[in-house]
């Protein structure tokens, strides 16, 4: 995975990842410099909560692809034959999200996949 940080896989691997910051695991973002976003809060300028993140995702890929990613990372590290079946659960989990986005706004899908993993 030579287009994400070490430190990115690692957590990852731990379940640590913060899945607001799925996005920056799509290659098709890594030439564009990081967008920082300032907001007003009282009468100073803050850093952008990670909700206003969820406007990297403006298409079904852009979900996908981070998000087939980050399962590639996790099924990489499973030892044996754990990862076969991890696999088969993380397309099921997508075939889910492909067909709830027939019904649902891309935000709804995101923020139900946001939600299912800090559920976990």
Excluded at 47 to 59: C, I, N, R, T, V
């Amino acid at each position: 995975f030579p287009h994400i940080e070490d430190a990115t896989i690692s957590s990852i691997i731990n379940h640590t990842f913060d899945p607001y910051h799925l996005w920056k695991l799509d290659p098709r973002l890594k030439n564009n410099p990081q967008k920082r976003t300032l907001q007003l809060v009282g009468s100073s300028l803050e850093l952008a909560s990670d909700e206003l993140s969820l406007k990297e995702f403006k298409d079904l890929p852009s979900l996908f692809i981070p998000l087939t990613i980050y399962f590639e990372v996790l099924v990489f590290y499973v030892p044996g034959q754990a990862g076969a079946k991890l696999a088969m659960l993380f397309m099921r989990y997508l075939a889910i999200l492909h067909d709830y986005s027939a019904d649902y706004t891309l935000a709804a899908l995101v923020r139900y996949h946001i939600d299912f993993a800090y559920a976990r």
